[in-house]
Nanobody, 121 residues
Framework: VQLQASGGGSVQAGGSLRLSCAAS????????MSWFRQTPGNEREFVAA????????YYADFVTGRFTISKDSAKNTVYLQMNSLKPKDTAVYHC???????????????WGQGTQVTVSS
């Protein structure tokens, strides 16, 4: 499967962006689609996840209340709506698909190429 992430860009603090991740094939109901982010010199960190079948969502503590993950089953696409962005949200955001939920990148088998998000103060 291929994952195509898009929607990144540059915004000022307090602004919003919506990231998209389109899968080349329909995820199974058991799959988990997630977003991670990475800054230079740091490990890739978990941001949010959604169970494809039931739509159950999970969030990292630092984004709860600001970011929302959702899916469009008809388009095989997962979204990350990011509101109230902060400069520390600046990173390359990657989408991933795994067979089970986890916050470790090792749980995920397929990755998108990443999309840059830059938040200025």
């Amino acid at each position: 499967v291929q994952l195509q992430a898009s929607g990144g860009g540059s915004v000022q603090a307090g602004g919003s962006l919506r990231l998209s991740c389109a899968a080349s094939s329909r995820p199974y109901s058991s799959h988990v689609m997630s977003w991670f982010r990475q800054t230079p010199g740091n490990e890739r960190e978990f941001v949010a996840a959604i169970r494809w079948g039931v739509g159950l969502t999970y969030y990292a503590d630092f984004v709860t209340g600001r970011f929302t993950i959702s899916k469009d089953s008809a388009k095989n696409t997962v979204y990350l709506q990011m509101n109230s962005l902060k400069p520390k949200d600046t990173a390359v955001y990657h989408c991933a698909r795994g067979n089970r939920y986890g916050t470790s990148k090792s749980e995920y088998d397929y990755w998108g190429q990443g999309t840059q998000v830059t938040v200025s103060s």
